[in-house]
């Protein structure tokens, strides 16, 4: 997503140049949302150890907890990743509404943005559990144990 208006005749280049004051190292309106919204900043350190993986899974759990998947809204049975595209591109005006160049999210926007991460995660999350699920019902168990 970029935006392109008298501010930014030429786009934003995905939000990379509507800078922030600093926080957590994200100076960037791109980089605060890679970030999950200031919730993991910096680099992942590698190798990848698996206190790492428990992290990661309690972190999960807490994603699906808070953020519930609401099949009425988007529902979790269609596996086209195209469609779930389409869906998060429907949420781009969040990512600018109330933000402000040079000046520091307020609690509202990042409240506000870490719904929008969390919820598309959660059914990221599920949606792509189901992909692959679909994927080795379709085959036989004997391919796989070749």
């Known amino acids: 997503m970029t ?19 600093s926080k957590s190292g994200a100076s ?9 919204i200031y919730q993991f900043t910096g680099t ?13 899974g309690t972190w999960a759990a ?9 099949t009425s809204k988007l529902p ?20 600018y509404d109330g933000v402000k ?5 307020s609690n509202e926007y990042i409240t506000a943005a870490q719904e929008v991460t ?3 995660i959660n059914y990221a999350g599920v949606r792509l559990a189901n992909m692959v699920s679909s994927i080795f019902a379709a085959r036989s168990a004997s391919v796989f144990l070749q």
């Open 28 to 36: 960037n309106l791109h980089a605060v949302w890679d970030s999950d």
């Open 118 to 120: 969390g919820t598309r």
């Open 101 to 105: 160049p040079y000046t520091t999210l």
């Open 62 to 70: 807490d994603i699906h907890s808070r953020y519930p998947i609401n």
């Open 3 to 21: 935006r392109v208006d008298g501010d930014y005749p030429q786009g934003d280049r995905g939000c990379n140049s509507v800078k922030l004051n």
């Open 44 to 56: 992942q350190g590698l190798p990848l150890w698996s206190s790492t993986f428990a992290d990661y």
């Open 76 to 95: 979790i049975s269609n596996n086209e990743p195209f469609t779930w595209a389409a869906e998060d591109i429907t949420f781009g005006p969040t990512v």
